[in-house]
C-alpha cells in the first residue's frame, strides 16, 4: 500500500527509483550532510539508488518497522528532503523521527511543514504515543525545528559524533501524542 499525505508546499510520498538524482542533488552538500548522522558526504549516485531500495523493501514488509518519506515539493513534483518514522516499537509504541531537507529550501516553513504531516501520521494512523529525535549540538535549526513542533529537550549523549576535527554532543528530543497540537 503506498501512502501519500497531502501538504500545502509538499506532499509526503513514497520513494521511486526516478528519485534518485534529485536526493542526490539535494543531499551530496556539505552543509546538509554535516548534520546528519548516517548520510556521508561526498554522498553518491549508488547511495541515493540504495535508499530508495531501502525504503522500497521497509514499505513492503508485512510489519513495519520504518516508514521512509519523500518530501516533494508540490510546484516541482521533485523530491527535496526525507522525512521518516524508525525504529517503530508496536509493543511500546514509539518510534524515531528522521528527516533532512536540502539547503536550498531551508527556512521556508517547508521542515516544520513535513515535522508536522509525519506527527499527524504517527499519532493519528498509527496510534503511537511518542516520538522521539535527535539533533547533534551544532544543528541548531534542527533543534529549533523540534521546539516548534512540540518536541521537549530530553537530555544529552556527549561527544557522539566526531565532524569537522571536533567532537560533538547527541541532544535528544520526545513528544508524547498528548502533547502533540495539531
Not at 521511486?16 to 554535516?34: E, G, K, L
Not at 518519506?69 to 513534483?77: P, V
Not at 531551508?106 to 539533533?135: D, S, V
Request: glycine letters at 8%; charged letters at 30%; hydrophobic letters at 40%.
Amino acid at each position: 500500500m503506498k501512502i501519500q499525505i497531502r501538504g500545502k508546499k509538499i506532499n509526503l510520498r513514497a520513494l521511486a527509483p526516478s528519485d534518485a538524482r534529485s536526493i542526490f542533488a539535494n543531499v551530496n552538500d556539505r552543509q546538509v550532510s554535516r548534520y546528519l548522522k548516517r548520510i556521508p558526504y561526498p554522498y553518491a549516485l549508488r547511495d541515493a539508488k540504495a535508499i530508495i531500495k531501502k525504503a522500497r523493501q521497509a514499505g513492503r514488509k508485512k510489519i513495519k518497522t520504518d516508514y521512509y518519506f519523500g518530501m516533494e515539493d508540490k510546484t516541482s513534483r521533485q523530491i527535496i528532503g526525507m522525512v521518516g518514522l524508525h525504529k517503530i516499537s508496536p509493543r511500546d509504541q514509539n518510534a524515531e523521527v528522521g528527516y533532512w531537507l536540502g539547503r536550498k529550501y531551508w527556512r521556508q516553513g517547508i521542515g516544520t511543514e513535513a515535522l508536522t504531516l509525519i506527527l499527524q501520521f504517527a499519532f493519528g494512523k498509527l496510534k503511537l504515543n511518542m516520538l522521539y529525535a535527535g539533533a547533534m549540538s551544532s544543528n541548531v535549526a534542527s533543534q529549533s525545528l523540534l521546539a516548534k513542533c512540540g518536541f521537549k529537550r530530553g537530555g544529552r549523549r556527549r561527544q557522539t559524533f566526531f565532524r569537522e576535527g571536533k567532537y560533538l554532543d547527541d541532544i535528544f528530543f520526545d513528544i508524547l501524542k498528548k502533547e502533540f497540537k495539531q
